[in-house]
């Protein structure tokens, strides 16, 4: 008999974790028989249905619907169909990814119904319970049954906060995983193409996203933040996809989208598109967690717009550093002027991470 399982993503960085499990699944039939269910917690064509399209994903057997709205909204609306799927497939495990809104709404619903619940990302801790995400991945953490850590400060935090230690599985960063594959696909007419297109030079440019609600949703941050981009502009080229929930903050403050030639302000880029223009810039700035990890894989620069990270190992040991809004244009200057942190390779972010959670998977349903 094989293995029920419903693999759950709502939100843009949990596509990437999902896929390499899917497809190694996929390729096992005999053994899993794996449901992608996608919330619709981002659901624009840029946030969501290009990403299915680049990680070679098929449509999802459920999509939700949720949609925006407050914190409350969003999980609660989750929840309600969720129970409605769970009681509708009856599966043997359900995994959710990440930190997101989705991720804390599906494993509380499936384990109120008795299904055991697998966290792939798990114990990764900003020790900031001001960020939505801190209190999705505390919870989630505390209720799973099988925990898949990407690093070892992740076993160490579960362990503090007294979850078994059984239960804890050191895996790697499947993140990686999908980062190796799309890699692959990226040759050198491809690299031309899309540098072309955005009309910037390959290694002299930095990259930019910003969206988490402590940089853009106060009007001044967001402002500061836009004066400092548009003065890094005069001295080297910035490319800035924009998130949505940044864009919706931008207009409702009226802060202008027109910027200089040098300061290109683009809508949120597909994947293989992103990476591309990830491998190669002077630096990242960001507050996103993926690219924390992303660029420390790639040996990139990076400053994190943070006053924390809940991914320490990649100041540890990779090239992220956490600036403020007071220290981020001496920072970026040093850089600029080739004083940069160089990485070594992380522990187990070697794109196997989906083989190895495959194989707990399989020993787990023979213990069932
Ligand atoms: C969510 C996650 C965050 C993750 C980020 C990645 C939570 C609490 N936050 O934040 O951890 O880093 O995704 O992108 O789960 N919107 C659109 N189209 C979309 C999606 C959103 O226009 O497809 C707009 C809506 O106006 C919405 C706003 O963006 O209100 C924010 O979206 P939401 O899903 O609430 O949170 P994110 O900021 O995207």
Redesign the pocket.
Known sequence: MSLKVVLVA????NFMKLAPLWLEMNRLSSAFEPIILHTG????YE??KVFFEDLELPEPKYFLGVG??T?AE?TGKTMIEFDRVIENEDPDLVVVFG????TLACSVTAKKLLIPVAHVEAGLRSFDMTM??EI?RKITDAISDILFTPSKDGDENLIREGIDKNKICFVGNIMIDSLIAILKSIDQSYEDKIFHKFGIQKTNYVLVTL?R?SNVDDRNNLLRIMDFLNTLSSKIPVIFPV???TK?MMNGFDTSLDQNEAFKIVEPLRYKEFITLEKYPKFALTD??GIQEETTYLNVPCLTLRPNTERPITITQGTNELVSLGSVKEKADLILKGSCKQGSPLELWDGKTSHRIIEIFTKWSLRK
């Open positions: 709502g939100a843009r960085p917690q981002h659901y624009d946030m969501s925006s709205g914190h969003q930190d997101v809104n989705s939505p995400e999705n969206h609600p998130h949505p929930r919706k996103s967690g």
